[in-house]
């Protein structure tokens, strides 16, 4: 089915990027209870998508079971934010390669996390069939050391809500992942942000608009499932 992808940094430039990615973890915060409103209103109200052009409250939480929202590393982190304060707005979450930071500002154990995390489909008073969290990892990345307490301490706190199917972590190679996550937006004709961090070495190379690549992206595939590129300027 098609599905309109979206990728996206939580630097606004090339000027926040910082010397040590842990002291972006501000802009990650900021990408997930602002930003995302803003990218959510500009994808919405530009394609055809379930919300049919509206972006009130309402229309969005009603449409809510046709957008994901998924991240690599920092992205992931972002991912967790958005589960945590956002769950209204997005069914899918798929934080690759990285861990909750929600928590780091009041050095939270890892019950108080678990709790953090829950807060937003708490509150929603959301079941497990509301949403899907699938976390990936590679099988020998580091990563994995600091998800799977994480994911073990959700588990066992709140296992009415997450349960083998709402909460899933797949151990694999990276090609097995997209392979998948392409799968599961096909079948549930999503449209995914992919939310992508940048170390300060990455941030320095030149942005679209000085390298003189502007325009729409060209249509592609993730997965199996035919897919709409779109960067935000």
């Known amino acids: 089915s098609p599905t309109i992808v979206v990728f996206a940094t939580y630097y606004p430039d090339r000027s926040f990027a910082t010397d040590d990615y842990e002291e972006d973890y ?6 997930a209870t602002t930003e995302i409103d803003t990218l959510i209103d500009a994808v919405e109200s530009r394609y055809t998508t379930f919300a049919r052009g509206d972006t009130s409250d309402q229309s969005l939480r009603a449409s809510r079971r046709h957008r994901a929202f998924g ?6 982190t972002t991912t967790w934010d958005v589960f945590a304060l956002r769950p209204q707005y997005f069914y899918g979450y798929m ?3 990285g861990e909750s930071w929600i928590g780091r500002e009041e050095d939270a154990d890892s019950p108080r996390i678990a709790e953090l995390v ?3 489909v708490e509150r929603a008073q959301y079941g497990p069939q509301d ?8 099988s020998e990345d580091p990563a994995l050391w600091d998800m799977t307490p994480q994911i073990d301490e959700l588990r066992e706190d709140y296992p009415d809500l997450m349960t083998e199917d709402s909460l899933q972590l797949w151990e694999a190679s990276r090609g097995e992942v997209v392979q998948r996550l392409g799968h599961l937006a096909g079948q549930h004709h999503l449209m995914v942000t992919v939310l992508t961090g940048r170390s300060p070495e990455e941030a ?3 942005s679209s608009r000085e390298s003189g690549r502007t325009g729409p992206l060209e249509n592609t595939a993730v997965g199996d499932a035919p897919a709409l590129k ?3 300027e």
């Not at 991240?71 to 992931?76: E, I, V």
């Not at 949403?131 to 990936?136: D, E, P, T």
């Open 131 to 138: 949403f899907r969290v699938l976390a990936s990892v590679g």
């Open 118 to 120: 829950t807060a937003g």
């Open 26 to 31: 501000a802009l990650n915060r900021f990408f």
């Open 204 to 206: 320095k190379l030149p």
């Open 95 to 97: 934080p690759m390669a």
């Open 230 to 232: 779109w960067e935000g």
């Open 71 to 76: 991240g690599f590393s920092m992205g992931a």
